[in-house]
């Protein structure tokens, strides 16, 4: 679809560009931290943004790789943040995801090992599979901890309270291989306030991933399998047709393109648009699916072009 609006790779589009792809469009795609909000502050004009695309029709699905919680909370922020308009069903976590491929697709018979919080438990547990309990005594280790039986599945995803014990325990499970080793995704790291970063799940799945010798199926952006629960649970959905709106390249942009849908790179988060600019000019052709179609300053840039609509059919 770029090519039909005679748009070269990561170009940055405004006015009339934007109210050309609003109307080409009918399923968009967002990331939420760095797209609709940062933190517990909602991106200026997001919300209207989100409101307007819903009002004119559009289908419109939020995709994060942040498994700490469950989606009921996600739904109580958008409310909080003002996105008064967000339903349970728009919203796809790699939590939910995970929960999702254990059981319809790989139909996990047993218990999963859960490194990650309560959050991706919830969710794993409002699908009906079963986690392990952890009770050890504080001063177990991994010489004298109990290890639980029929353990079919590692899933590894966001942890602040990761022990050496959970890692071994987790490296011992693996030692079977029809264990599964899954991972809520493969961010490596996450901004903070100040310009401190806070290790993701991808930093722990490859600690895991070193100590197992395997390697981790990864459910989150960039795999495929998100949009497939997308595909699976809305009809008709047409790559085509479709739009992914995110700031992080090496997730949200390859996520896109994995998926044969368009992209738009928003710069209130991670990625900027020289790093993208950077990848465009690779020599390396793998470093091109990286690139986005489409840039814009922040999604409020849509807002012009509704009030265009807005106009055109009053």
């Known amino acids: 679809m770029a090519g039909a609006f005679g748009f070269k790779g990561c170009q940055k589009i405004r006015g009339p560009q934007i109210r050309n792809l609003l109307e080409a469009k009918d399923f968009f795609l967002f990331d939420c931290d760095g797209v609709i909000w940062n933190g517990e502050k909602a991106i200026s004009g997001a919300a209207k943004v989100v409101s307007s695309l819903i009002r004119q029709g559009k289908n419109v699905v939020f995709v994060t ?84 039986p029929d353990v079919k599945a590692v899933l590894v995803g966001h942890d602040d309270k990761l022990t050496f014990l959970k890692l071994a325990k987790a490296s011992c499970y693996l030692k079977d291989p029809e264990c599964l080793f899954l991972a809520t995704d493969n961010d490596p790291w996450h901004p903070l306030s100040g310009g401190r970063i806070l290790p993701g799940s991808g930093s722990l799945t490859a600690a895991l991933e070193v100590a197992s010798g395997r390697k ?99």
Do not use: W
């Open 65 to 148: 790789n942040n498994c700490t919680r469950p989606r009921e909370n996600y739904v109580s922020k958008f409310y909080r943040l003002g996105f008064t308009d967000v339903m349970l069903e728009q919203i796809f976590s790699s939590s939910y995801c995970s929960a999702l491929y254990l059981r319809d697709v790989v139909k996990v018979r047993g218990q999963v090992f859960v490194i990650g919080c309560d959050g991706l438990c919830r969710e794993l547990q409002e699908a009906g599979i079963p986690c392990v309990e952890e009770a050890d005594d504080p001063d177990a280790t991994i010489y004298n901890c109990a290890l639980a």
């Open 216 to 314: 981790a199926t990864v459910i989150g952006k960039p795999s495929r399998f998100m949009f497939e629960c997308i595909s699976s649970q809305f009809r008709g959905v047409d790559p085509a047709q479709c739009l992914m709106v995110g700031d992080r390249l090496e997730t949200d942009m390859l996520f896109g393109s994995n998926c044969g849908l368009d992209t738009m790179l928003t710069l209130t988060g991670v990625s900027q648009i020289e790093e993208a600019q950077e990848y465009r000019n690779s020599e390396l052709t793998t470093n091109h699916s990286l690139v986005p179609d489409y840039v814009v300053d922040t999604i409020a840039d849509f807002l012009p072009a509704f009030e265009e609509l807005d106009e055109q059919s009053n």
